[in-house]
Each structure stands twice: as C-alpha cells, then as structure tokens.
C-alpha cells in the first residue's frame, strides 16, 4: 500500500457544484496536510494546511483532516471555471524519517 | 519578486547527452529542492538542500547531481541522460533551514519540460 492514496480522476462538475476531493493515508505519523493546486502547464501552489484533525475554511475552500480515520478531504463550494486545475494532496512527518509526501494528483474540470 | 525561476523551459536531448537545470529564487530562502512529475506517479523528490553548500538525496536521485554554491541558486545536473530521465522538472524554495523538520512552506517554479530521445 502506498503512503498517500489520491483518487486518480479525472473530474468533471457542472459551474456551482460542491466538490469533494479526498486522499486516505497509511503513515500515522503525518502530522501537517496540505492541498495544492497546479494549473495546466504550472508549478503547484500552496491552497491550504492544516495541522493534525479537524477542519479548516479559507473563503470557498474547506479542509478536513480525520486522523483516526487516516483521510483527508477538500471540500470546494459554489465551484467555478477559474478551479479547474489538478490539485494534489501533501502530507509531513516532521518526526524520525520526516518526509514530505504528495499524492498523485487529480485533475478537476468545472464546466459553465 | 519574480519568487522561483527555472531555465530553461523546455529541452530536448539526445540519450547520452549532458545538460544542467536552473534554479532561481529571490525569497532569500533557505532550503530548495529538485522534484520531477510524470503522469501517474505525482511528485518525487529527487534531491534536497537545507543550506547553501549542503546537499541531500531524496527519493529519486539516481542519474542526477546538484549544486548549491549559492544561497540562491540550485542547479540539477543530468550527467548522461536517459529515456526514463523524460519529465517535466520543478524546483521549490522554502524559508527555514530545516527541510522537514517543521512545517515549511514550498513555492514552486513553473517547471522545466525535458524529453530525452
């Protein structure tokens, strides 16, 4: 089992429509989740992090972390054209063998 | 601030042939790193430096060298490139001088495109 699991994609969503995204991961040891997004033919850029459980808004955009159930989530409302992009999920272990990990990525397109 | 700059943009090699990417960033950061993304398998790591003058293996050196001589340069060097070496590259910069230790926000280049026939 890979560390970070991500919902390969692609996704396809109508213009208003609330979007789940969600990765699960198998290293208890993560400590901080982050999500980026990368638009086509960009470098990624820092969305959101969150440290340990619980839930994070930033305008749109709400990030949930569940560590008992090793998942993540990004949760996009009232989705516009302008979110298409791929977006990654990252996760750190700052501990003994701290790394940084990135899922695979999926790839959302919102359509007018 | 132009943040993180890579050179060039796009490249095409012969197998064999040597080359060396770019990496520039005006932050005044103190760690950078090397990642190549390729489709299906996300971004790997391939080496890492906390500070000017260190270095760090990640998860996919093989094939490759770097070099910080300067705080604001990092550069990736392809020493005889291969087929598997086709990707697109991205350099990140973060402010601390402790990679992972903490959490460390990356910013990324917008990537080098290389394809090595």
């Known amino acids: 089992q890979k560390e970070v699991e991500q919902d390969p994609g692609p996704l396809s969503v109508p213009e208003g429509a609330i979007v789940s995204l969600n990765c699960t991961y198998s290293?208890?040891?993560?400590?901080?989740f982050m999500w980026y997004r990368q638009y086509s033919r960009k470098g990624p850029e820092l969305l959101m992090y969150t440290y340990s459980s619980g839930n994070k808004e930033d305008g749109r955009f709400t990030a949930q972390v569940d560590k008992s159930s090793k998942y993540i989530s990004l949760f996009i409302r009232d989705s516009q054209p302008s979110d298409s992009a791929t977006y990654l999920c990252a996760m750190l272990n700052t501990g003994a063998n701290s790394k940084l990990t990135f899922g695979k990525g999926i790839t959302l397109s919102v359509r007018p | 601030n132009a943040g993180v700059t890579q050179t060039p943009k796009f490249q095409v090699l012969k197998t064999g042939q040597s080359m060396t990417l770019q990496c520039a960033q005006d932050m005044n950061h103190n760690s950078m790193y090397w990642y190549r993304q390729d489709p299906g398998m996300g971004l790997r790591l391939i080496y890492y430096?906390?500070?000017?003058?260190?270095?760090d293996k990640g998860e996919v050196p093989d094939g490759y060298n770097v070099s910080r001589l300067k705080k604001q340069n990092f550069l990736l060097g392809l020493e005889s490139a291969a087929p598997s070496q086709t990707s697109v590259y991205f350099c990140a910069s973060s402010y601390l001088d402790q990679a992972w230790s903490s959490y460390n926000e990356q910013f990324f280049g917008p990537g080098t495109r290389l394809t090595v026939l």
């Open positions: 290293n208890s040891a993560f400590q901080y």
């Open positions: 430096s906390a500070s000017e003058g260190t270095t």
